[in-house]
């Protein structure tokens, strides 16, 4: 009995030997297998650190491959504040470089964190300063390579790219709407230390940072340069309250240029108000667009065979009457007996009056829906307005009246140009785009291309073929003939609409604009323009507009290589106007026969003999009627 009693109490023993030991080998598979992620975690915090090296925010390229937005190599300071022996010294000597208070600083170096980085004081630091700091040779102040965003071309297509906060956060543009693709991953030197944050004597771990992917733009950099420089000039000319300008490639969507003024510079954005920053015109301003929305009434006529442009004929004598409203013509007399196409060309109201009547609310609103007013086009910027089109219990013939001729209704600019494109590239509403291609960031290797996207089909080919016949003739024989370039087919069409304040037109204050289709049988761009209330000039779109567009035009047929065609409308050229003509060559004739073939222009002679050696402007340049050409004689 006394043995059984033992052998009982060895196999409870046993047991709970079995038990104990049991748990401790299931706790140690526990926290070997489950645990050991976090734990191991947890250790290597103690003994490894980590200072950090930022990543290369993404390049931003025009279409050409130029940078538009690069990035600079700065420093950043940072404390690791348990390697601080004299945190006092540290403080009151860093203070002073950086130029803040002592107390600021003295928070940096005693924080209880194993890594503070000092911002933002200590962010972006110039080459010069680092070097101060990097002299003092404290232990535990790093000073770790950090990109600084940088727009090498300053104002040049501000709003479009946006800018970047201090952490290089993009805040707006570009730089915001694809911040996720431009943002890189950042990198660092992991360092082991003891308990007391002093550094071992270990080997160090570099951790390579992950630039952000690269970004190209449908911008053309050439055709920029020209807009704004031309926006430049008829700022300081005319001081309008804001200008701006967009090209697009009507064929596909993409934009070839987009500005606006005021400006700013995003390497400096601090320096100006939030209003000039954050307001991209082109995209966020509404107002009435005036007679370049002409075209689309004038489409739609076409596309219903409400007119016969050729044919139809309509009498203006300078008015017309609708619900006892007197709405006027621009040419106080009127344009007497025209055809339809002469009503585009005359940018006859009363004209286009006629046109709504004839369609009806249902049928042109019905057509401003699909041409995109009202709507968002989907550029793939951020800040863009809807307009304001009226709903169809809001329209009577009075709102049908205006509507036609683009007074009371509000649109965005590329509202306006989307819908102009559609009349001229065969019918087609497109979503307008600005970022053409990712690429990788080492290579530039195409990870995804951005392609032409359909929203709808709205008129005929044919309709398509007339609205791009009838801008040509505007340019050739009606209000838009200062835009007419020599030698080449250029369609247009000018705008004047009257500002509304409070709900009443302002007296003596309009947006002023032209659009221009290049070349004008085959658009491979189209470019808008408008200038708001500009001072000292006559209110006619034709005087304070079209010439700063036709310099623009010049510089797109340049840098698009559109090639010369004469075979479109000649110009209509009025009696005060001045026709250009091609410099023939005259080098190596005598000076009577060359005298022949130089009747257009004036002639000036310098040295002796009976041959012409240089002449100068050269051959095939152009020259004014009545021009001078120099011709330099010798034997």
Same mark, same amino acid.
């Given at each position: 009995?006394?043995?059984?009693?033992?052998?009982?109490?060895?196999?409870?023993?046993?047991?709970?030997?079995?038990?104990?030991?049991?748990?401790?080998?299931?706790?140690?598979? &526990?926290?070997?297998?489950?645990?050991?992620?976090?734990?191991?975690?947890?250790?290597?915090?103690?003994?490894?650190?980590?200072?950090?090296?930022?990543?290369?925010?993404?390049?931003?390229?025009?279409?050409?491959?130029?940078?538009?937005?690069?990035?600079? @190599?700065? +420093?950043?300071?940072?404390?690791? %504040?348990? *390697?601080?022996?004299?945190? #006092?010294?540290?403080?009151?000597?860093?203070?002073?470089?950086?130029?803040? %208070?002592?107390?600021?600083?003295?928070?940096?170096?005693?924080?209880?964190?194993?890594?503070?980085?000092?911002?933002? $004081?200590?962010?972006?630091?110039?080459?010069?300063?680092?070097?101060?700091?990097?002299?003092?040779?404290?232990?535990?102040?790093?000073?770790?390579?950090?990109?600084?965003?940088?727009?090498?071309?300053?104002?040049?297509?501000?709003?479009?790219?946006?800018?970047?906060?201090?952490?290089? @956060?993009?805040?707006?543009?570009?730089?915001?709407?694809?911040?996720?693709?431009? +943002?890189?991953?950042?990198?660092?030197?992991? &360092?082991?230390?003891?308990?007391?944050?002093?550094? /071992?004597?270990?080997?160090?771990?570099?951790?390579?940072?992950?630039?952000?992917?690269?970004?190209?733009?449908?911008?053309?950099?050439?055709?920029?340069?020209?807009?704004?420089?031309?926006?430049?000039?008829?700022?300081?000319?005319?001081?309008?309250?804001?200008?701006?300008?967009?090209?697009?490639?009507?064929?596909?969507?993409?934009?070839?240029?987009?500005?606006?003024?005021?400006?700013?510079?995003?390497?400096?954005?601090?320096?100006?108000?939030?209003?000039?920053?954050?307001?991209?015109?082109?995209?966020?301003?509404?107002?009435?667009?005036?007679?370049?929305?002409?075209?689309? @009434?004038?489409?739609?006529?076409? $596309?219903?065979?409400?007119?016969?442009?050729?044919?139809? @004929?309509?009498?203006?004598?300078?008015?017309?009457?609708?619900?006892?409203?007197?709405?006027?013509?621009?040419?106080?007399?009127?344009?007497?007996?025209?055809?339809?196409?002469?009503?585009?060309?005359?940018?006859?109201?009363?004209?286009?009056?006629?046109?709504?009547?004839?369609?009806?609310?249902? +049928?042109?609103?019905?057509?401003?829906?699909?041409?995109?007013?009202?709507?968002?086009?989907?550029?793939?910027?951020?800040?863009?307005?809807?307009?304001?089109?009226?709903?169809?219990?809001?329209?009577?013939?009075?709102?049908?009246?205006? +509507?036609?001729?683009?007074?009371?209704?509000?649109?965005?600019?590329? *509202?306006?140009?989307?819908?102009?494109?559609?009349?001229?590239?065969?019918?087609?509403?497109?979503?307008?785009?600005?970022?053409?291609?990712?690429?990788?960031?080492?290579?530039?290797?195409?990870?995804?291309?951005?392609?032409?996207?359909?929203?709808?089909?709205?008129?005929?080919?044919?309709?398509?073929? /007339?609205?791009?016949?009838?801008?040509?003739?505007?340019?050739?024989?009606?209000?838009?003939?200062?835009?007419?370039?020599?030698?080449?087919?250029?369609?247009?069409?000018?705008?004047?609409?009257?500002?509304?304040?409070?709900?009443? &037109?302002?007296?003596?204050?309009?947006?002023?604009?032209?659009?221009?289709?290049?070349?004008?049988?085959?658009?491979?761009?189209?470019?808008?323009?408008?200038?708001?209330?500009?001072?000292?000039?006559?209110?006619?779109?034709?005087?304070?507009?079209?010439?700063?567009?036709?310099?623009?035009?010049?510089?797109?047929?340049?840098?698009?290589?559109?090639?010369?065609?004469?075979?479109?409308? !000649?110009?209509?050229?009025?009696?005060?106007?001045?026709?250009?003509?091609?410099?023939?060559?005259?080098?190596?004739?005598?000076?009577?026969?060359?005298?022949?073939?130089?009747?257009?222009? *004036?002639? #000036?002679?310098?040295?002796?003999?009976?041959?012409?050696?240089?002449?100068?402007?050269?051959?095939?340049?152009?020259?004014?009627? !009545?021009?001078?050409?120099? /011709?330099? /004689?010798?034997?």
């Amino acid at each position: 009995m006394f043995l059984n009693r033992i052998d009982k109490r060895i196999r409870i023993i046993m047991v709970v030997l079995f038990l104990f030991f049991s748990f401790i080998i299931i706790r140690v598979g &526990y926290i070997q297998i489950i645990e050991y992620e976090k734990l191991n975690k947890l250790a290597t915090n103690l003994w490894n650190r980590n200072l950090p090296i930022a990543a290369n925010r993404g390049i931003i390229y025009d279409r050409n491959g130029i940078e538009l937005a690069t990035n600079l @190599t700065t +420093t950043s300071l940072v404390f690791i %504040p348990n *390697q601080i022996k004299d945190k #006092e010294k540290v403080a009151m000597e860093i203070s002073k470089i950086l130029g803040v %208070p002592y107390e600021e600083m003295l928070r940096h170096v005693t924080k209880k964190v194993s890594i503070e980085r000092v911002h933002p $004081e200590g962010r972006q630091l110039s080459y010069e300063i680092a070097d101060k700091i990097n002299d003092l040779n404290f232990d535990g102040v790093y000073l770790v390579k950090e990109a600084k965003r940088y727009y090498p071309f300053d104002i040049m297509l501000a709003h479009v790219l946006g800018f970047v906060g201090i952490d290089n @956060t993009g805040l707006s543009g570009i730089e915001l709407q694809y911040d996720e693709y431009l +943002t890189g991953e950042d990198g660092a030197i992991k &360092y082991f230390s003891d308990a007391k944050g002093n550094r /071992l004597k270990l080997n160090e771990i570099y951790v390579r940072p992950q630039n952000g992917i690269n970004i190209m733009l449908t911008i053309d950099y050439h055709i920029q340069k020209s807009v704004e420089r031309e926006l430049d000039n008829v700022m300081a000319k005319y001081n309008p309250d804001n200008a701006l300008a967009i090209v697009m490639d009507p064929n596909n969507g993409e934009i070839l240029a987009m500005a606006s003024r005021p400006t700013f510079s995003p390497n400096n954005y601090k320096n100006y108000s939030s209003e000039v920053i954050n307001r991209n015109l082109p995209i966020w301003m509404t107002y009435e667009p005036g007679s370049t929305f002409k075209i689309v @009434t004038f489409a739609t006529a076409i $596309e219903k065979k409400k007119v016969d442009i050729f044919t139809d @004929t309509f009498y203006d004598a300078g008015y017309r009457i609708v619900e006892n409203a007197r709405i006027r013509c621009w040419k106080k007399d009127g344009h007497g007996l025209q055809t339809f196409l002469q009503v585009l060309e005359n940018s006859c109201n009363p004209g286009f009056v006629e046109l709504g009547e004839r369609l009806g609310k249902e +049928t042109l609103f019905k057509y401003l829906n699909l041409f995109g007013f009202g709507e968002k086009t989907g550029i793939d910027l951020t800040g863009e307005a809807k307009g304001i089109i009226f709903s169809h219990n809001q329209v009577g013939p009075i709102e049908l009246a205006t +509507t036609a001729f683009g007074q009371g209704v509000s649109v965005t600019p590329i *509202q306006q140009v989307n819908a102009i494109n559609a009349t001229i590239n065969g019918g087609y509403l497109l979503r307008p785009y600005i970022v053409k291609r990712f690429l990788e960031p080492e290579t530039n290797a195409i990870i995804k291309e951005n392609e032409k996207q359909i929203v709808r089909k709205i008129i005929s080919h044919e309709t398509s073929e /007339l609205v791009k016949y009838a801008l040509e003739s505007v340019v050739s024989n009606g209000t838009g003939r200062t835009a007419y370039v020599e030698e080449y087919r250029v369609g247009g069409k000018t705008g004047t609409a009257q500002k509304v304040k409070d709900g009443r &037109y302002m007296d003596s204050n309009f947006i002023m604009s032209f659009v221009a289709t290049m070349p004008a049988n085959k658009p491979e761009a189209v470019l808008y323009i408008a200038l708001d209330n500009p001072k000292n000039v006559a209110q006619l779109a034709s005087i304070a507009v079209t010439p700063t567009a036709k310099k623009i035009i010049i510089d797109i047929i340049k840098n698009l290589n559109i090639s010369k065609d004469d075979s479109g409308l !000649g110009k209509n050229y009025q009696p005060f106007e001045k026709k250009y003509y091609e410099v023939p060559s005259v080098v190596g004739m005598q000076v009577s026969d060359a005298m022949l073939l130089l009747r257009k222009f *004036q002639v #000036e002679f310098a040295g002796s003999g009976k041959k012409i050696i240089e002449q100068s402007p050269r051959a095939k340049e152009r020259l004014i009627s !009545g021009g001078t050409i120099r /011709l330099l /004689l010798g034997n």
